[in-house]
């Protein structure tokens, strides 16, 4: 086999190829400015993150996971109080809400866009429900309209999960402009990748962009002086200055996700579930899934054609061993059906048609 022929699932070199010289331009003006960490590069990426959403603020974090705990931690909501969250996200959202003494509430998905039903989640409402966490996952908005109706009718907080939906929108609003406080990871794979850890909280609330600032960096506004239990989390400036660039391109690399997705959508054959499209919805792709009941030989099979997949995810939260004796006792098996059966096709933004037009072929003669 002529391993050039192999079409990778991803590949962060190439992915960053096209940006190598603006990157190292800014690499060296970052590092002889001297100047590393909460400087004028965090500030600028800040705004232009936020403008880019159409929020009014934007905090720059260290990573994605820290975003969702300090969200949850800048509501200072009481132990023990519950969270109600999709039982098929990455573990990352689940593990925010135990890392603030908090019980995660799981519901299950909508089999069609794999995000949250939110026809399930007003029966898992009681007096200790605080907070609603919708996940974008695989880079598809929740029904935002919905979640906030309930929320509010219910007097909860909304914290997005943007960490797959950086620029999706829904009913034309941005990812990230719908909840209260939302989250956003910048990992090096996400449709926004930093070269290295990132993260990201956006909001339109002045008084909650105070607190995760300050909760971002040790609990204080004034050196030295600490109004909050806090945390070390602060995006540091060569990270931002890389996403500075980078968010001059994510327009362009979601562009060319959607190109690819729509050549999947096109001409796989319908033996493979594929994502729902509907005119409410503007999708980023940052993971292309298929379904099909054979999904373990079909990825062996695409395997031995030079074709690598992934899985998100193999295990459902709940079946991860982290989860015994904490959400072993909430069964899913809607979740645990797409975890069986789903396969994520390449779809980077190094790809080109003629890659995915061949696992395309290769996949219609499974
Ligand atoms: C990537 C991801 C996170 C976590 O982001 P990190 O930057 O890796 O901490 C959280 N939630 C979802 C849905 C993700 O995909």
Redesign the pocket.
């Known amino acids: 086999m002529n391993l050039t022929d192999m079409i990778e699932y991803e590949n962060l070199g190439k992915l960053n190829k096209p940006f190598f010289k603006e990157l190292e331009q800014t690499f060296k003006e970052t590092l002889e400015g001297g100047w590393y960490i909460l400087g004028n590069k965090v500030q600028e990426f800040e705004i232009q993150f936020a403008d880019y959403c159409g929020t009014k603020y934007s905090l720059g974090l260290a ?4 975003a ?1 705990i300090i969200a949850l931690r800048a509501f200072n909501f009481e132990k023990g109080s519950e969270v109600i969250v999709p039982s098929n ?2 573990i ?2 689940i593990l925010s809400i135990l890392h603030n003494g908090l019980v995660p509430v799981l519901v299950e998905p909508d089999i069609a866009t794999y995000n949250i039903d939110v026809k399930k989640i007003e029966e898992k409402i009681t007096k200790k429900t605080k907070a609603i966490i919708p ?1 974008h ?1 695989y880079g598809k908005v929740c029904e935002m309209d919905t979640i906030n109706a309930i929320a509010k009718k219910n007097n909860l907080k909304v914290i997005e ?1 943007c ?2 939906a950086h620029g999706a929108t829904y009913k034309s609003v941005n990812a990230g402009n719908w909840g209260d406080l939302n ?1 956003f ?3 090096p794979t ?1 449709n926004l990748g930093a070269i290295g ?3 990201a909280i956006t909001t339109n609330d002045e008084d909650l962009a105070g607190k995760v600032k300050s909760l971002r960096n040790y609990g204080s506004k004034v050196k030295y002086y600490n109004e909050l239990v806090g945390y070390n989390s602060r995006l540091d400036e060569m990270q931002a200055a890389f996403l500075s660039i980078k968010l001059k391109y994510l327009d362009k690399i979601n562009e060319h996700k959607r190109l690819l997705a729509a050549l999947y959508l096109k001409h796989l054959k319908s033996d493979f579930i594929k994502p729902v499209v509907h005119s409410d919805y503007v999708d980023v792709y940052h993971i292309f899934c298929v379904r099909h009941p054979k999904r373990n030989e079909l990825k062996e099979y695409l395997l031995k054609n030079n074709t690598k997949t992934d899985i998100h995810y193999p295990v459902a939260p709940n079946k991860q061993t982290a989860m015994r004796g904490i959400l072993d006792n909430q069964p899913t098996p809607l979740a645990e059906e797409i975890h069986q059966t789903t396969l994520s096709l390449p779809i980077s933004y190094y790809h080109t048609e003629q890659d995915i037009l061949k696992v395309i072929e290769v996949m219609n003669k499974f």
């Open positions: 990573n994605g996971l820290d969702l996200t990455y990352a959202t996940v996952l999960d960490a797959q989250a990871s910048f990992y996400k850890d990132a993260g």
